[in-house]
């Protein structure tokens, strides 16, 4: 004789542990996506090379990464960590002095 008990209870407690169980692989999925903003890259036209003298490191828009070597980010790129301080786009607007 089977027993049919569906209370909310049980139904609760199975979502709930489904949930918590999806929760890191979500995590680390996030982590293991590029984080560049390709979309915005390729509509700004940025390049890992300088125009001249215009490089993303005296570049208003430029986050610098913890050296001044180091990749940075973008005011303009949301989400992008990987911006070569040496790159370039068509956005590219000096730093004040």
């Avoid at 979500?26 to 700004?44: K, V």
């Avoid at 940025?46 to 490191?57: E, H, L, R, S």
Wanted: hydrophobic share 35%; net charge positive.
């Amino acid at each position: 004789m089977e027993s049919k008990t569906n209370s909310p209870r049980r139904h609760f407690m199975k979502i709930s542990g489904m949930a918590l169980s999806v929760i890191p692989l979500m995590l680390i999925g996030q982590q293991s996506q590029a984080a560049t903003n390709a979309g915005m890259r390729a509509a700004m036209k940025y390049q890992a090379t300088p125009n001249g003298d215009k490089a993303c490191g005296g570049c208003q828009q430029f986050v610098p990464g913890k050296t001044p070597a180091d990749l940075g980010g973008c005011k303009l790129f949301a989400g992008d960590t990987e911006v070569s301080p040496k790159g370039y786009c068509v956005a590219w607007v000096a730093k004040p002095k």
